[in-house]
Structures are given as structure tokens and as C-alpha cells.
């Protein structure tokens, strides 16, 4: 049988890519100039059954249409809002990503970026390598984390996750999710507004879907209020990145640990040099052990396809369509 | 009719304003020599006498020689948990009772720890320098860094701060085990009897011990080889705990992976090669300065204060002065 022919969309880590190319005919797009593409595409594309991408670009509308032949969808990481699944499930392409593996080191960080805001952690580090310990005395008092109340927005794994290490430091824990989680004691609150009212850091860790872009807006970050804190280990674009700035300025929120921005690699200048706000580039689920964990699961998914044995992970559509029957998006 | 403050007891307050200045209490009349222009010790003299309790911070030595220029003291409060700078020896002979902050900063210097690892092992500060120095859009992803969870986590003194400290951890998903002057039934953790041998089996050190003739040091050149070359430090308890010019030495030979240090042995100066190091957060001896805790720690002053005047138990006792 003929090796699967992958399409690789974006640059990864190059044990992925040396991996592709050792087990299937690889065929990388990002070579090509992007005035080439559309060629590279239609020439290749007979070969093509297989995508293999990343948050950084996977399988957009615009892709799909140059691929007549592509049956499955492979996404390096848990968000898939760079996919278009709505198009793949009208042609009956299979997509998978890579759940559970990235859950802790993401929800690692969540905890990490709410220490560093209310504790100032990084500016208590420059502060004492630029001198100012010996010549302006000790740094400031900063808040207190144990025992503060946590709402998580979206109660998935990661969402989980989040709860509980927070609940190692005593916080009680509140959460808005598509649907109420019945095997939880948490506190559920059916609208994110509601949520922010009801909490000190607000921990946004769902998909970034039609409903949920820039679902954390003004009204909500005001209800966080002056000494709230906002972490976003989500996707950028569920928060307004412009009233969030604004707000940050304005002292109209207190802190924020921001590990996604609404357009990456790009992060807003006005926020450098705030004490109150932890800035990372995307490094949410980037531990040497994740990545690879990853790339095995992309290529044991591909291998299982191409000789039609099961695949690992679930079928994400079935997932999502599950939820969204179960209770819809409608104020969360 | 307000009571003439000569009739109330004397309680002096060493150490800066920072924290001390919202000292009070009816019950009592506070001496606060940064209100007086005269130096230090003439200060001292004048009052000295009629001063039967002492408020200080860990920065002031609450030595022989300052027990002995007040013949009527009888009571010392620190704001600090360490009390490395009190001369016990002599406030037992003089029968001077010593208390301390207790377990109130426990938490908040758990926290700050657990904030300290997570920084270190997740690269937060370095990467948030990255960002701030617009290399994200230039220089591509920040380079990977290695997991939290799984992590086998060594805590030098399982006493308030350590417990709390391993619990916190257990959460991510790390393996605890510890080292204590004495083995901790009570906990489901790995005891180990020696510092040697716990770093010998953990990927991370917490030091959270006190600081006393025998600790310090405690982490010493064998201590960093036998944790590794890619274990991590952190360093929370007190400066002397650590031989800090072994470890600047193995950070800048890779003999030591990381470590995250609040506390030095000369503060406030901090090793300036530790400066230019990405796999190392720095922090002002500030674990426990918290705005909560803070006001916690007035309340507790105070609370101490009123029962020492009144006979009664100390709340936070310092163990072998009462």
C-alpha cells in the first residue's frame, strides 16, 4: 500500500518532522512561498489524504477546497479553533488532536501565571536584579493567593486540572461551563458576567468557538473589578484584548497572567513594563515531554489510520456535538 | 479620660516603620524611635528603663547587649518565624518570655514557593523577559522547557511552611518526600534521614528549615552533586541555609539546573552573577509580605501583647522561653 501522503500546514518540532517524513511521504507547505501555494497545492494534491497541524495554522476553508482527497485532520495541540470543522464534518473527514497530554502542563502554568500576578513574582525578580533591594528598600506588599476564590471558565480537562491545584491552596472554586458537571462540588454559575462577580481570579480555560470569541468583554473584567485577576491559558481571542489593555491601565482590573494573545506572535506594547501583568509567549504546553507526547500521538494516529485500525483519541466532532445537544452555548 | 501613657505598660518598637507603624492598642504606649530625632541608642537611653516589652523584626539583633540595657524587659515579640536573631540563651537566663509570628505567614510563603518552582521550572520570568524584549515576533517559540508533574520534590523542614508546601505540590502531581530533625509520622511521606541522601533521590529542593548552628549551610557543595545537574533549588527559609557561593559557583558551571532564591546570606546584596542567569528567580525576602498577612501580623502583636500583660498564655510561643 502506498505510504499516506501528509500535508504538513506550519513549522513543528522537528522530531514530528523528521518522524513524517521517515513514515509517510511529507509534503510541507510552508516551503513554498505563499504566492506559490495555491501551485505547490494543486500539484501535490492528489497524494494528500492527510493534514497535519498546529495552533498556529491547520486546516482552514480555503485548505479544504485544495484538497479533493483529503480524509483526515491531524491537530498538534487541544485548541482546534484553526480547523474548520463544520467543513470537514459535511465531507466526512476525521479529525483528531492530541487531549489529556497537554492537561497538566497547561494547568501548571494557569496556577504559575496567577502566583506570579497577585505575588508580583516577575517583577519581584527584576527588582532585585536591577538594584533596587539594596537602594529603595524591600519591594511593596503584594496579595495574598491561599484561600482567594477561583472561577474557571470552561470545566474540561484543563478546567479541572486548574481546580485542583487551586484547591491545594484552599481556594474555593466556582466555574461557567457549557453545561453543569455533575460529578463536581464546585459552584456553577450559568453566565461568565455571573462568574466574574463571584470570584477573585477568573481562570479562562475553554475552546475558542463562534460563542465563545471575546466572550470575557468589558461588563465582565469590570465585575473582576480593580483587585481581580484575570489568567487567560485559553485562546487569545476569548477575551477583548482591547478593553482588557484599557482596563489593566485604567487600574479598572487588578492583575493579569496572559499566556495567549489575540493575534500572536504580537502582544500589546502598552502592557510591557505594568507590574501587574505576567506576559508568556504560548508556552502552555511547551515541556520537552508534552511536545514529544504529542508527536507520538499525531503519528500513532496516523499509522492507525492508514491501516484501518481505531484511533486513539476520540473523534472530536462527536465530542463537541455531544456538549453542545447536552445544553447549548447560550449565556456562558 | 484617656490614661497618661507613663501608666500604661511600655512596649519599644525596633525595626523600620514598614509594618510597625499601625502598631496599636489602647492598652499599651508604643516607643518609636523613628519619631524622635535623637540617635538610636541616646533614644534607647532615655526610655530604656521603663520598656518592659519589645516589638522587632527579624532585621534587628535582639542581642545580649540590648536584653541587658533593659533591666525591665519582659517580653519579646518578633514579627518574623525565624528568631535566628534573638539571643535565647540570655532571655531564658533573664526569664524573658519569646514569642513569634506562628504559622500566619505559613501559607503565603507555601504560596510563594510553589510560585518560585513553577517560575523556574515553566521559565515565566524568563519567558515574560522574552516578550518584553519583542523577541517573540523575531526570534520564534521560547525554547521548551521540562514538566512540573512528576517532579520527585525534597522539602528540608516539614515544619508549618514545609507541610504546607508539600501539599500544595502533591496537587501538580509531584512525588513529596523530606528531611526533618525528627521523622513526621503523621505525613505519607518519604523520610529521609539526612539532607544527602534526600537530595540524592529528588529532582527539586525546597529549603524551608530554620535557621540555627546546625543548619547552616546544610546545603553544601556534596548536597548540589548529589542533587544533580539538573536539580533545582528553592530556597524560602534564610539565606545561611545555603553555602551561596558553592551554588553561584555550580550555576555557572551547569553542575546545579535552576533554583529560585528569596533569601541570601547578605542581604540586601544578591550575587550580581545570579543577574544575567535565565534559569534562576530572584526575590527580595518577601515570601511572607503579604498586605493579609501583614494585618494579620499587627492583630497578632497585639493579641500576644495583651496576654503576656495579663498573665495569660502566649498565642505563638517560641518553644523552651516561657
Known amino acids: ?332 | 479620660m484617656a490614661t497618661d501613657p507613663g501608666r500604661l505598660p511600655q512596649v519599644l518598637i525596633l525595626g523600620p516603620k514598614q509594618g510597625l507603624g499601625r502598631a496599636f492598642s489602647a492598652g499599651f504606649h508604643f516607643i518609636k524611635p523613628w519619631e524622635s530625632t535623637m540617635p538610636l541608642n541616646l533614644f534607647l537611653a532615655a526610655h530604656a528603663a521603663a520598656v518592659r516589652a519589645v516589638i522587632s523584626t527579624a532585621l534587628v539583633a535582639v542581642d545580649a547587649p540590648l536584653i541587658r540595657a533593659l533591666p525591665s524587659l519582659g517580653f519579646v515579640f518578633t514579627t518574623s518565624v525565624g528568631v535566628d536573631h534573638i539571643d535565647l540563651v540570655e532571655c531564658a537566663r533573664r526569664g524573658i518570655a519569646v514569642a513569634n509570628a506562628g504559622a500566619i505567614f505559613s501559607r503565603d510563603v507555601a504560596d510563594y514557593a510553589v510560585g518560585l518552582l513553577v517560575d523556574v521550572l515553566l521559565h515565566v520570568s524568563a519567558s515574560y523577559r522574552y516578550v518584553l524584549r519583542g523577541l517573540w515576533p523575531v526570534a520564534g517559540d521560547f525554547p521548551p522547557r521540562c514538566k512540573l508533574g512528576g517532579k520527585r520534590v525534597g522539602i528540608v523542614g516539614l515544619g508549618s511552611i514545609g507541610s504546607e508546601i508539600a501539599k500544595r505540590l502533591e496537587a501538580f502531581g509531584c512525588s513529596i518526600s523530606y528531611f526533618s530533625r525528627n521523622k513526621k509520622p503523621l505525613f505519607p511521606y518519604t523520610y529521609f534521614p539526612t539532607v544527602g541522601d534526600l537530595a540524592a533521590e529528588s529532582d527539586v529542593l525546597v529549603i524551608a528549615c530554620a535557621l540555627t548552628e546546625e543548619t547552616h549551610h546544610i546545603i553544601d557543595k556534596d548536597v548540589m552533586l548529589a542533587l544533580g545537574k539538573d536539580g533545582i533549588i528553592i530556597n524560602v527559609g534564610r539565606g545561611p541555609l545555603v553555602n551561596e557561593a558553592e551554588l553561584v559557583k555550580h550555576l555557572i558551571q551547569g553542575k546545579i539546573g535552576g533554583a529560585g532564591l528569596d533569601v541570601f546570606e547578605h542581604e540586601p546584596a544578591v550575587p550580581e552573577e545570579l543577574f544575567r542567569m535565565d534559569n534562576v528567580v530572584l526575590s527580595s525576602h518577601q515570601a511572607v509580605l503579604t498586605i493579609e498577612s501583614t494585618n494579620d501580623l499587627v492583630e497578632l502583636a497585639m493579641a500576644n501583647l495583651e496576654a503576656f500583660f495579663s498573665n495569660r498564655p502566649l498565642l505563638t510561643p517560641v518553644h523552651g522561653t516561657t
Request: proline letters at 5%.
Open chain 1, 1 to 332: 500500500m502506498a505510504s499516506l501522503g501528509v500535508l504538513l500546514v506550519v513549522s513543528v518540532d522537528s522530531y514530528l518532522e523528521a518522524e513524517l517524513d521517515r513514515r509517510f511521504n511529507l509534503f510541507r507547505l510552508w516551503e513554498s512561498p505563499p504566492s506559490r501555494r495555491r501551485e505547490f497545492l494543486q500539484a501535490n494534491a492528489p497524494w494528500i489524504r492527510a493534514v497535519v497541524g498546529s495552533p498556529n495554522g491547520c486546516a482552514d476553508a480555503e485548505l479544504i477546497d485544495q484538497l479533493p482527497n483529503l480524509e483526515i485532520v491531524a491537530n498538534c495541540g487541544v485548541g482546534i479553533d484553526k480547523v474548520d470543522l463544520p467543513l470537514c464534518r459535511e465531507r466526512g473527514i476525521r479529525v483528531v488532536y492530541t487531549p489529556d497530554v497537554v492537561t497538566d502542563d497547561t494547568a501548571d502554568l494557569g496556577i504559575g501565571l496567577t502566583i506570579a500576578a497577585l505575588r508580583r513574582i516577575c517583577d519581584a525578580d527584576r527588582y532585585t536584579r536591577d538594584g533596587s533591594w539594596k537602594d529603595k528598600g524591600n519591594y511593596k506588599l503584594t496579595s495574598k493567593f491561599s484561600g482567594k476564590a477561583v472561577g474557571i471558565l470552561g470545566l474540561g480537562r484543563i478546567g479541572l486540572a486548574v481546580a485542583k491545584r487551586a484547591q491545594g491552596f484552599g481556594c474555593p472554586i466556582c466555574y461557567c461551563s457549557r453545561s453543569e458537571k455533575p460529578n463536581t462540588n464546585y459552584k456553577y454559575y450559568p453566565s461568565v458576567l455571573d462568574l466574574a462577580y463571584n470570584c477573585h481570579v477568573l481562570v479562562a480555560a475553554c475552546p475558542l468557538t463562534d460563542e465563545t470569541h471575546h466572550i470575557i468583554n468589558r461588563e465582565v473584567i469590570e465585575a473582576l473589578g480593580p483587585k481581580g485577576v484575570l489568567v487567560n491559558i485559553g485562546r487569545g481571542s476569548l477575551v477583548d484584548e482591547k478593553e482588557l489593555v484599557s482596563a489593566l491601565l485604567d487600574g479598572r482590573l487588578g492583575a493579569a497572567g496572559l499566556d495567549v494573545f489575540e493575534h500572536e506572535p504580537h502582544v500589546p506594547e502598552q502592557l510591557f513594563g505594568l507590574e501587574n501583568v505576567v506576559l508568556v509567549p504560548h508556552i502552555g504546553t511547551d515541556t520537552v515531554e508534552t511536545t514529544k507526547a504529542m508527536s507520538d500521538l499525531i503519528l500513532d494516529n496516523l499509522a492507525a489510520y492508514m491501516l484501518n485500525k481505531p484511533l486513539l483519541t476520540p473523534d472530536i466532532d462527536k465530542e463537541y456535538r455531544r456538549a453542545r445537544l447536552l445544553a447549548g452555548w447560550l449565556s456562558c
